[in-house]
């Protein structure tokens, strides 16, 4: 009998030693299944973000190079045509973007000025005699389209843009006309002479027309020589 109890004793304290240790070790198993869960709600939780974040930044890219497309700017502009117009280009015009929006919007004034400027001035002086609102509104209409020729008078010798190979003995410019579109034109170095004027804005002359270069922004001495031979043997005179 002494000896049964004392193994029914030993029995029921050895049970008692090992539920904690399960219940321990159901926690820690419980406790490892929702950090492993956590985890992975975490990571999946940061991957949105992060494409979220990359969604912004791009929309956001796509808007501020609109915004700077829009805007007037002193420079040549940094992008390049896709289907390759723009090769071979070795000189474009510091400020065209800025010569061609001021042009149409003398351009814009003007029209208006022929168009508005007569309505204007005969129906809002009823007691006006009809003689000087006539001459209110030629002068209108002179004043807009002196300055707009004026305008054009000034930048029209601006290269825009300037298509050169080496070694080809001609090059393409761009040019703005007066209705501020661009035009296409073929010199050869052969026909650039100096041009002896007192006209602003002038570096060569060809063909009996005037065309300017902006030297500072014209990176290639070699076309710059071409373009000013005369200024060039002068120097050397004076040497």
């Known amino acids: 009998m002494g000896r049964a109890a004392l ?26 299944g929702t950090w492993t869960g956590s985890s ?40 390049v045509e896709a289907d390759g117009k723009d090769s071979g280009i070795v000189y474009e015009g510091p400020i065209s ?12 004034t003007c029209c208006l000025s022929v ?17 000087v609102k ?9 004043f807009s389209a002196t300055t707009t020729g004026i305008l054009h008078w000034f930048v029209s010798p601006y290269i825009h843009k300037l298509r050169w190979q080496p070694g080809s003995d001609s090059f393409e410019v761009e040019m703005m006309t007066w209705l501020a579109t661009f035009v296409t034109k073929t010199i050869k170095f052969s026909d650039i002479r100096h041009a002896e004027t007192n006209r602003p ?20 001495k070699a076309l710059l020589a071409k373009l000013t031979p005369q200024k060039q043997e002068s120097a050397f005179k004076n040497l």
């Open 134 to 142: 006539g001459a209110v509104a030629s002068s209108v209409i002179f």
């Open 7 to 32: 193994v029914h004793l030993l029995r029921s304290q050895t049970k008692q030693l090992l539920k904690p240790t399960n219940f321990q070790s159901g926690f820690r198993t419980r406790s490892l």
């Open 40 to 79: 992975v709600v975490k990571t999946n939780f940061d991957s949105a973000l992060f494409l979220g974040s990359q969604k912004r930044w791009a929309s956001y890219s796509r808007a501020k190079t609109a915004e700077d497309e829009d805007r007037i700017s002193i420079g040549p502009r940094k992008t």
């Open 97 to 108: 973007s800025t010569i061609k929006k001021v042009k149409l919007l003398s351009l814009s």
């Open 115 to 131: 168009s508005l400027g007569p309505v204007i001035t005969f129906m809002t002086a009823q007691d006006m005699n009809v003689i």
């Open 201 to 220: 804005f002038v570096t060569f002359k060809a063909n009996d027309e005037f065309y300017f270069v902006d030297t500072d922004h014209c990176h290639n």
